[in-house]
């Protein structure tokens, strides 16, 4: 894929603002409406210091000098390279000053040592489908204040929405964290779902192409720097939209059921969502501009060494079109999944409510796994997404924290980490999808995602050894964000009992 990194034109937003009510896009004049901020992309900025931060961010902070030393750690780069023991990691003024081995890597005076061996050093994950609304079989809520803490917390630096229901307190809260008052990771903002006619009510239902064009248009001058069409667009709308966004200078992403994979590289899109869970396009008898019933069910008896399955691979990789793997959301539907062991600390820091609907909703999937068929498909849409790494395609991931609620944010990316490990990825291969291969799709990956020398300092450290044991993903004590280290426990339990509320 093109790296391309897209600088915003500090546009004054309209007088005649537009919102989203009841999924339809209505243009008013609102002289009461809240401030809103002409976004753009994160793209190369002035690092955010400890002294520029609110002092509700710099209650999070247990490393603030200007100049840090990390030494002793296990490093894993980002490269998909081995890890390499022992090394030491220089951060000044925000950016990676030296990398090498200890002993060998000049330490500055005045800086500020950390050793911490037994710790693996990694780069900030990049969430490539990380919402910052969520849902269980009950709710829907914006968390504007535990998602951005719970990213954070969990060594997730960077995100990119992938598709909103509220755009405009996404751009709100990216330019909070962007200016110190919000701790929490670098946001690139995808603009309002872009659907068809019986799409979801909070979303955007186009009626044609140029419905399409317009929606899209209105939304890049508000600051979104990505769009995402769902389900029931039709091929032409989504042509158009696609259009419209490059002509932009942006890009498209999608959840497809109406339109397949293979068409929708046809007209240009840039990068497509969940994997072999939403391509329709194996499906026999398939019509056109229409989601099929009992695609999924075809998905569990389909062999995903096929040559059509083989073919779609190649369409993908051939044209640069990236995936994105969401497996932590998707096994939310597989009966006893995950196990209760992995997600306890997801369950202790819902709110009391939100782990009851989730809970519920678990027992009536167990209650009926005998006839259940995404045992089948979990299992053939990890097989799938890593025949497309190893074939070169580009993959990367996200948590998606919707369906019934048990993929929090952070969390549910963390986990995706040990479920890309069981599908048969190293470990370290792992990391970089999560990592550099994030970078990548969104056009900034000579900035972050990588530990080398002049990148921005998003940096994670790990107590533990996840090559060795995945699970140990989840054991984070240090996030840097630009050179700025947060305490991961602290953020964790800044949100305990109000997750999925606030």
Same mark, same amino acid.
């Given at each position: 894929?093109t790296?391309?990194?897209v600088?915003?034109?500090?546009?004054?937003?309209r007088?005649? =603002?537009?919102?989203?009510?009841?999924?339809?896009?209505?243009?008013?004049?609102?002289?009461?409406?809240?401030?809103?901020?002409?976004?753009?992309?994160?793209?190369?900025?002035?690092?955010?210091?400890?002294d520029?931060?609110?002092?509700?961010?710099?209650?999070?902070v247990?490393v603030?000098?200007?100049?840090?030393?990390?030494?002793?750690?296990?490093?894993?780069?980002?490269?998909?390279?081995?890890?390499?023991?022992?090394?030491?990691?220089?951060?000044?003024?925000?950016?990676?000053?030296?990398?090498?081995?200890?002993?060998?890597?000049?330490?500055?005076?005045?800086?500020?040592?950390?050793d911490r061996s037994?710790?693996?050093?990694?780069?900030?994950?990049?969430?490539?489908?990380?919402?910052?609304?969520?849902?269980?079989?009950?709710?829907? +809520?914006?968390l504007?204040?535990?998602?951005?803490?719970l990213?954070?917390?969990?060594?997730?630096?960077? /995100?990119?929405?992938?598709?909103?229901?509220?755009?405009?307190?996404?751009?709100?809260?990216?330019?909070s964290?962007?200016?110190?008052?919000?701790?929490?990771?670098? +946001?690139h903002?995808?603009?309002?779902? @872009?659907?068809?006619?019986?799409?979801?009510?909070?979303?955007?239902?186009?009626?044609?192409?140029?419905?399409?064009?317009?929606?899209?248009d209105?939304?890049?001058?508000?600051?979104?720097?990505?769009?995402?069409?769902?389900?029931? @667009?039709?091929? =032409?709308a989504?042509?158009?939209?696609?259009? *419209?966004?490059?002509?932009?200078?942006?890009?498209?992403?999608?959840?497809?059921?109406?339109v397949?994979?293979t *068409?929708?590289v046809?007209?240009? @899109?840039?990068?497509?969502?969940?994997?072999y869970?939403?391509?329709?396009?194996?499906?026999?008898?398939?019509?056109?501009?229409?989601c099929?019933?009992?695609f999924?069910?075809h998905?569990?008896?389909?062999?995903?060494?096929?040559?059509?399955?083989?073919?779609?691979?190649?369409?993908?990789?051939?044209?640069?079109?990236?995936?994105?793997s969401t497996?932590a959301?998707?096994?939310?539907s597989?009966?006893?999944?995950?196990?209760?062991?992995? @997600?306890?600390?997801a369950?202790?820091?819902?709110?009391?409510?939100v782990r009851?609907?989730?809970?519920?909703?678990?027992?009536?999937?167990?209650e009926?796994?005998?006839?259940?068929?995404?045992?089948?498909v979990?299992?053939?849409?990890?097989?799938?997404?890593?025949?497309f790494?190893?074939?070169?395609?580009?993959?990367a991931?996200?948590?998606?924290?919707t369906?019934?609620?048990?993929?929090?944010p952070?969390f549910?990316?963390?986990?995706?980490f040990?479920?890309?490990?069981?599908?048969?990825?190293?470990?370290?291969e792992? /990391?970089?999808?999560? +990592?550099?291969?994030?970078?990548?799709?969104?056009? /900034?990956?000579?900035?972050?995602?990588?530990?080398?020398?002049?990148?921005?300092?998003?940096l994670?450290?790990i107590?533990g050894?996840?090559?060795?044991?995945?699970?140990?993903?989840?054991?984070?004590?240090?996030?840097?964000?630009d050179?700025?280290?947060?305490?991961?426990?602290?953020?964790?339990?800044?949100?305990?009992?109000v997750?999925?509320v606030?």
């Amino acid at each position: 894929m093109t790296e391309r990194e897209v600088a915003g034109d500090g546009r004054s937003l309209r007088s005649a =603002a537009a919102f989203l009510v009841g999924g339809a896009l209505l243009a008013a004049t609102m002289p009461w409406a809240p401030p809103v901020h002409a976004a753009v992309q994160d793209g190369p900025r002035p690092p955010v210091r400890a002294d520029d931060l609110s002092e509700d961010a710099r209650q999070f902070v247990s490393v603030d000098a200007p100049v840090v030393a990390i030494t002793g750690v296990r490093l894993v780069d980002g490269t998909g390279a081995p890890a390499a023991e022992d090394r030491t990691v220089v951060l000044r003024d925000g950016r990676i000053a030296a990398v090498g081995p200890d002993g060998e890597v000049e330490i500055p005076d005045g800086a500020e040592v950390l050793d911490r061996s037994g710790h693996t050093l990694m780069p900030g994950l990049v969430g490539l489908h990380n919402h910052t609304f969520y849902t269980t079989s009950s709710r829907q +809520t914006q968390l504007t204040f535990s998602a951005p803490r719970l990213y954070l917390a969990s060594g997730v630096t960077t /995100i990119r929405t992938t598709g909103s229901y509220s755009p405009y307190s996404e751009i709100n809260l990216m330019e909070s964290v962007r200016s110190g008052d919000v701790p929490g990771p670098s +946001t690139h903002i995808t603009g309002p779902y @872009i659907t068809g006619e019986g799409g979801g009510s909070s979303m955007y239902q186009v009626e044609g192409p140029d419905d399409a064009r317009r929606v899209v248009d209105y939304w890049a001058g508000e600051g979104a720097t990505w769009f995402k069409a769902y389900t029931r @667009i039709s091929r =032409a709308a989504l042509g158009a939209a696609i259009e *419209e966004a490059h002509a932009h200078g942006l890009e498209f992403t999608a959840h497809l059921c109406s339109v397949t994979f293979t *068409e929708a590289v046809e007209l240009g @899109i840039d990068n497509l969502e969940h994997g072999y869970f939403t391509n329709t396009g194996w499906f026999p008898g398939k019509e056109p501009d229409r989601c099929p019933d009992g695609f999924r069910e075809h998905l569990a008896t389909l062999d995903v060494e096929s040559e059509q399955v083989r073919e779609t691979i190649r369409t993908m990789v051939e044209n640069d079109v990236a995936l994105t793997s969401t497996l932590a959301v998707y096994e939310l539907s597989v009966p006893n999944r995950p196990p209760l062991s992995k @997600i306890e600390r997801a369950l202790n820091v819902m709110a009391p409510e939100v782990r009851e609907e989730y809970l519920s909703t678990r027992r009536s999937i167990a209650e009926r796994a005998d006839e259940s068929h995404m045992p089948a498909v979990f299992r053939k849409a990890q097989q799938f997404e890593l025949a497309f790494h190893e074939a070169g395609g580009l993959l990367a991931a996200g948590v998606d924290p919707t369906g019934i609620g048990g993929a929090l944010p952070g969390f549910g990316d963390q986990r995706n980490f040990e479920l890309l490990v069981e599908a048969g990825f190293p470990p370290v291969e792992a /990391i970089q999808v999560m +990592t550099y291969n994030g970078a990548r799709v969104l056009g /900034i990956g000579d900035e972050l995602g990588t530990v080398e020398e002049g990148k921005r300092a998003d940096l994670v450290l790990i107590d533990g050894n996840p090559l060795e044991e995945p699970g140990e993903i989840r054991n984070v004590t240090t996030v840097f964000k630009d050179g700025v280290g947060y305490d991961s426990r602290e953020l964790i339990d800044a949100v305990r009992g109000v997750a999925g509320v606030r």
